[in-house]
């Protein structure tokens, strides 16, 4: 009886063995966006997007994650343009009505008061605005979001704002007493050091990443809550429509070039409805983030 009990007992073991080995990945924010640091060095000398691969090898086809940053280098800009001439489709996301393709002279976007803003941004810190810089006259590039009618509409019914709102109190709430105002205070300290030092806009670039990167799981559960957003998901929903009818068209090599909030909704997706595999990542340097350019290297 005691040997059959322990032959339980080891089949017990190995199903559950087996389950976690096929168990699918957790994804968070931090996969696609990342803080590098030199040998030895204290100080950023980069700040990073994702590029990560999935494959279907037996369909011979590949998907790549491509995380977006709104403000950036203009190297970084002109290196991802010569990474899409690489693939035979670019899904872009931009609320507008279908095929839209941006450019840096259309009136809307240049009146737009995000855009004004992240513009704004750019200049203080010695960056560039995206649509300035990418090319989205490309043949290979491929609208692949909701329209703003369709996107206002699913906001408003999922209750978007008074959800964001109220999970922006509930954080508060947790982060509320001594320790979060000394984080507060810390951070300004931060601020305030590098509009003084040799280097204001050097260094304001480098307090401002590294706490993009500590604030990404707080800010995507904000945006997205437990249970999914319009702002997410169902823009997500949406570009995973595009990427269905790209691959039944016969395209092998596709991208999907959004902000990294909506990347661990895709890489999800690829593996659990695409049955897709990740096969790596590699990394582009978004903000340089030293004077010395070799040490990017």
């Not at 491509?66 to 343009?81: F, M, S, W």
Request: glycine share 6%; net charge positive.
């Amino acid at each position: 009886m005691k040997r059959y009990y322990f032959l339980g007992f080891l089949t017990f073991l190995f199903s559950v063995v087996l389950i976690a080995a096929d168990a699918k990945k957790e994804y968070a924010f931090a996969d696609f966006m990342r803080i590098t640091k030199g040998d030895g060095k204290r100080q950023p000398t980069s700040f990073d997007t994702a590029i990560m691969k999935f494959v279907d090898e037996k369909n011979n086809i590949e998907v790549h994650l491509i995380g977006a940053v709104h403000i950036g280098d203009k190297a970084y800009y002109t290196e991802l343009n010569e990474i899409f001439k690489r693939y035979d489709a670019v899904l872009y996301e931009l609320v507008a009505e279908a095929n839209t393709k941006p450019s840096s002279t259309s009136k809307n976007e240049s009146q737009s008061v995000l855009s004004s803003f992240q513009s704004g941004m750019g200049s203080a810190l010695a960056l560039d605005f995206q649509l300035t810089h990418i090319d989205y006259r490309m043949k290979n590039m491929v609208h692949a979001d909701l329209n703003p009618t369709e996107f206002a509409r699913r906001v408003s019914d999922r209750g978007d704002l008074v959800q964001m709102f109220y999970r922006a109190l509930i954080l508060g709430a947790k982060k509320s007493g001594q320790e979060a105002q000394k984080e507060e205070l810390r951070m300004q300290g931060r601020v305030v050091g590098a509009l003084f030092a040799s280097d204001p806009t050097l260094s304001l670039k480098r307090v401002l990443s590294e706490e993009m990167i500590n604030q990404l799981e707080d800010a995507g559960w904000v945006i997205g809550g437990e249970d999914g957003s319009a702002i997410i998901t169902d823009r997500n929903a949406a570009a995973l429509k595009v990427l269905s009818r790209e691959i039944n068209n016969g395209k092998k090599k596709i991208a999907l070039f959004y902000g990294a909030a909506h990347l661990p909704e895709f890489a999800r997706s690829l593996e659990m409805n695409f049955k897709m595999k990740p096969s790596g990542t590699d990394w582009v340097i978004a903000w340089d983030l030293t004077k010395d350019k070799s040490a990017r290297k």
